[in-house]
Structure formats: C-alpha cells, structure tokens
C-alpha cells in the first residue's frame, strides 16, 4: 500500500541542502544548538521532542525521537507519560476555546 508517508525518507533528511545549503546548514546548526546539553539535558529534550512530534503528528519525528529518547534511556513508561502530557496540553488548548464559543452563544441567546 502506498502512503504519502515513507519511512525511508528520513534518513534522506540531510539531503534538504541539495535546493537551499545555506539555509539548510543554518537550520541544521540551529537544530544542533537546540539539543545540545544546556539547562535540559539531552534526555530531557528529546522526550520534549518525542511528546511535540505526537502533537503535530509527524511520523518522521515520532520515528526519530523514539529511538533517540531510548538510546538516552528512557524506557517506554516515560515515552508514553510525555506522550500523555502532550495529549493533555493539546487537549486542553481545544477544550480552552469553547469560552469563546460560550460567550458567543450567550451573546447570541441574549
């Protein structure tokens, strides 16, 4: 079955230079600053980045920072609690939104 989705793609993630190197090299020196050890470990924010990959829903990130965060050595009780923290926030910044709703229907109802 064909999806726009293909796993081997990512390891050609590098590859985005071939159209645009030097924005390609300032984001890919970015993306190294932004992991790197600093006040959060690199554990820390790799399970930051598995939780962030669920929320926009990138199978190439979830791929990725899976791996990453149990080559760091979290164990999948971690992985599935950040994974819960995101679906938490993701849920609440919907549900946040239904004040607006609600003061729109009572300013309609009134």
């Not at 929320?55 to 950040?82: F, H, N, R, S, V």
């Amino acid at each position: 079955m064909k999806t726009y989705y293909n796993p081997e793609d990512l390891k050609n993630f590098g590859k985005i230079a071939e159209f645009q190197k030097p924005l390609a090299d300032k984001f890919f020196d970015y993306y190294g600053e932004v992991f790197a050890e600093g006040a959060l470990t690199a554990r820390e924010k790799s399970l930051i980045a598995l939780a962030v990959a669920h929320t926009i829903q990138c199978p190439y990130c979830i791929d990725a920072y899976t791996t990453d965060t149990m080559e760091k050595g979290c164990d999948e009780e971690q992985m599935m609690e950040a994974v819960h923290v995101a679906a938490a926030i993701r849920g609440g910044a919907s549900l946040v939104h239904a004040t607006q709703m609600m003061n729109k229907a009572k300013e309609i109802s009134m």
